[in-house]
């Protein structure tokens, strides 16, 4: 399954001529990395620390559940298509999902519920229903979301922001000539107040913020391009769960003849006349062409460039936010609840004044329930159901996350007890926390940070790390912690966008 290993440096062959490329780490954007460059004629080597790819998209047993232990939301998949193509291969042979006919159902504290129909007419009607907000103004807003996007959001997300040729170009002088309108220069939460005026319709708007751990009253309006990923090109979910995503690039990959290295932790990335010429690792020294680390950017300089001179200004830059999450087999089902579920707090800006100040546990946090035995049964027992339970908190400081994990619990229950009238303690048949501190641990992620740095900053997007180092030669970057961001869509864009940054061979 692991493939064959590449030969240590003393035992290369002078005979082999095709080119190497190292990819360190085997997250999504690894993975899609790995692809992209072995489609592009390099002999790719994936060295991993775990015995599992994927990352944070991976997936774990808990009795008779199953979990996704990660990312629960899907959206863009046309990215993860497009490996398959690229390559001269049908997606359907290896990855099957389906568009879902609702985004997300809300639930406020004084009883209120909306469900965000994938359909906008249905939304907008279903907002002017249950919020009293005209349908237009909420069709209005998307399609100011989906105008941004068109706009700003693909040469800003899918080119290298470090190369002169992605600013000369016509879409970039017609985004400048409408910057007022991009929200460059008003936070989300500015633009969504002044469109929408309704409390609860501006928090909903607001949480997309979340989607790349940002703080939607200090984030810049432009951000409000995220909404049209879910209500422009929709919410997908694949057939067997989120983590068929990492299984099915995995193969792909593998039948293209990528070789992977699993528990061989890089120690060392081996620099020689300022040029990125291989790893090291407790098993020996491996040359390459170029070196690609799919590792969060920090931990890159920190522990495998020691002696490289790291680039404090974007290393420094605040982190995201991260999560703690309830893994619970819940031995009871709830026709109220759907795939998705977000329950808000009463007080949105001071939850987010909380998490970007380090403050826990939130008194009244918003918390995020997903249910894949709604799509998948197989993943719970017949009648039963598997929660993914999530609060957004800080990222790791430092904090005693073993004895914050039942005040969460206990805010956690309160709430699912005013919102929904239920108590599923009794119900809990098992339970696991990954708490921050965990995840940096599993993952490398800098405080357990889940998108590397936040957004909330207008400069942020600029001053994310590149995909390509200035420094050193044949390094580059992919991955949720450098451009052009966190989340499934935007890691496998990084990975695109050092495929055509790195020379064809």
């Not at 030969?7 to 999504?28: D, P, V």
């Not at 042979?93 to 906008?120: I, M, P, V």
């Not at 983590?243 to 699993?262: K, M």
């Not at 062409?289 to 404090?312: C, F, G, H, Q, W």
């Amino acid at each position: 399954m692991h493939g064959k290993t590449l030969k240590s440096r003393h035992q290369m062959s002078k005979t082999e001529s095709k080119k190497k490329a190292i990819i360190i780490g085997s997250g999504i954007a690894g993975l899609a990395a790995s692809v992209r460059l072995q489609h592009k004629g390099y002999q790719v080597v994936v060295f991993e620390a775990n015995d599992y790819p994927g990352g944070k998209l991976s997936q774990f047993q808990q009795g008779s559940y199953r979990f996704d232990a990660g990312p629960s939301l899907f959206t863009m998949p046309q990215y993860v298509d497009e490996l398959f193509e690229l390559t001269g291969r049908k997606p359907d042979d290896y990855f099957s999902y389906r568009r879902k006919n609702e985004s997300c159902r809300y639930f406020w504290d004084d009883g209120t519920r909306l469900t965000a129909h994938a359909d906008q007419q249905a939304f907008a009607q279903e907002v002017e229903k249950v919020l009293g907000v005209s349908a237009s103004i909420v069709l209005s807003k998307l399609q100011k979301s989906k105008m941004m996007y068109e706009l700003a959001g693909r040469t800003f997300l899918e080119k290298p922001l470090q190369r002169t040729s992605t600013w000369l170009n016509m879409s970039v002088a017609k985004a400048m000539l409408r910057l007022p309108h991009l929200g460059i220069f008003s936070t989300m939460h500015q633009e969504n107040m002044q469109i929408l005026k309704n409390q609860k319709l501006v928090q909903l708007f607001d949480r997309y913020a979340t989607y790349n751990g940002s703080d939607p009253y200090r984030a810049p309006g432009i951000l409000n391009i995220i909404p049209h990923f879910e209500h422009g090109v929709g919410t997908y979910h694949p057939v067997s769960g989120m983590h068929q995503i990492t299984e099915s690039v995995f193969r792909l990959a593998t039948e293209l003849g990528v070789q992977f290295r699993f528990n061989e932790a890089v120690q060392r990335i081996i620099i020689q006349n300022g040029k990125a010429i291989g790893v090291k690792t407790p098993k020996g020294d491996y040359m390459a062409d170029i070196v690609v680390s799919n590792m969060d950017v920090t931990p890159t300089y920190r522990r495998l460039l020691p002696d490289i001179k790291a680039p404090e200004r974007a290393l420094k830059q605040e982190g995201s936010s991260s999560a703690l999450i309830f893994y619970w087999g819940v031995k009871n089902s709830y026709p109220e609840l759907g795939l998705h579920n977000i329950f808000f707090s009463k007080n949105y800006e001071q939850e987010f004044k909380d998490i970007f100040t380090g403050v826990v546990p939130a008194t009244d946090p918003t918390v995020y329930i997903n249910i894949t035995a709604k799509d998948v049964p197989s993943d719970a027992p017949d009648g039963f159901e598997n929660w993914f339970v999530m609060v957004n908190v800080p990222r790791d400081q430092g904090q005693d996350w073993q004895a914050l994990i039942p005040q969460y619990r206990s805010a956690i229950l309160s709430k699912l007890k005013n919102s929904l009238a239920i108590d599923p303690t009794d119900f809990i048949e098992n339970e696991s926390v990954l708490t921050p501190r965990l995840i940096e641990e599993r993952t490398s992620s800098t405080g357990g940070s889940l998108y590397g740095t936040s957004s909330n900053s207008r400069y942020a997007a600029f001053m994310r790390h590149s995909n390509k180092s200035n420094r050193i030669g044949s390094l580059y970057f992919c991955g949720g912690s450098v451009h052009p961001g966190g989340g499934i869509p935007l890691c496998l864009l990084s990975a695109k966008i050092v495929s055509e940054l790195c020379p064809t061979p």
